[in-house]
């Protein structure tokens, strides 16, 4: 006889496997986001992302090219490619790379056997334990489409930026919002980060209706510096 504590955990975890597999029945095969990106309110950079489905694999490209005296920084591409499961995005190699800088280039491959991250800086090996459901910088804004985001009051994102791995935590607005941007206008969950210790904020505003496409992102550096990005365009196929 199975004890009722068990069979609760079996059901809960058919249920999280079924709702999983629905999400992906009706997952879109490409989405194209173009973004304009300020920093402390001024013309920054342009950036162009692509979301692609194949099958049970996933690729995303993200490139950022600066405008003006910042375009002579060499366009920044990030690469996240993986499989897509009953519980979202699983990363298994992560690219970053700046110009025709070698140095800057970071790379992340992700061991999920052996729940082990292998990060690439400057030519040096890092190593950190990998949690279950570990993105990167390319792929976290497309893991939000298999999270019941509406249903939570708070988010906990581990996330690696290729140099380290590290835990972000975000509070969620159970009111959805609307802005508008681009002379469109989007119904948004708005997630911002509590008040920690960390010098650097980041806040979210994500497209319920499509996708959880993240319409608008907001970061301030350790430094005081501001970045805002923010959707100019979208197509979902």
Wanted: hydrophobic content about 40%.
């Amino acid at each position: 006889m199975i004890h009722p504590i068990k069979m609760l955990s079996m059901a809960f975890l058919l249920f999280a496997s079924i709702t999983g597999f629905a999400q992906q029945s009706v997952l879109p095969k490409r989405i194209m986001a173009h973004y304009e990106v300020t920093k402390n309110g001024q013309p920054f950079a342009k950036v162009r992302e692509q979301f692609i489905v194949t099958e049970n694999t996933y690729k995303v490209e993200s490139v950022t090219k600066g405008i003006g005296i910042y375009a002579l920084f060499g366009e920044r591409q990030l690469t996240s490619v993986g499989e897509v499961t009953a519980l979202g995005l699983k990363p298994n190699r992560f690219e970053l790379h700046q110009g025709d800088n070698a140095k800057k280039s970071l790379l992340a491959d992700f061991d999920w056997p052996r729940q082990n991250l292998r990060m690439t800086v400057k030519g040096k090996l890092k190593e950190a334990p990998l949690v279950q459901g570990t993105q990167d910088l390319a792929s976290y804004a497309y893991q939000f489409m298999f999270s019941p985001v509406p249903l939570k009051d708070a988010v906990t994102v581990s996330l690696t930026t290729g140099k380290k791995l590290n835990q972000y935590h975000y509070k969620v607005n159970s009111e959805l919002e609307v802005i508008e941007s681009a002379g469109v206008q989007y119904k948004v969950l708005h997630m911002v980060q509590p008040e920690q210790d960390r010098p650097e904020t980041k806040e979210l505003w994500l497209a319920a209706e499509h996708h959880y496409v993240p319409v608008r992102i907001m970061m301030v550096d350790e430094n005081g510096q501001k970045l805002e990005q923010t959707l100019t365009e979208l197509h979902v196929e």
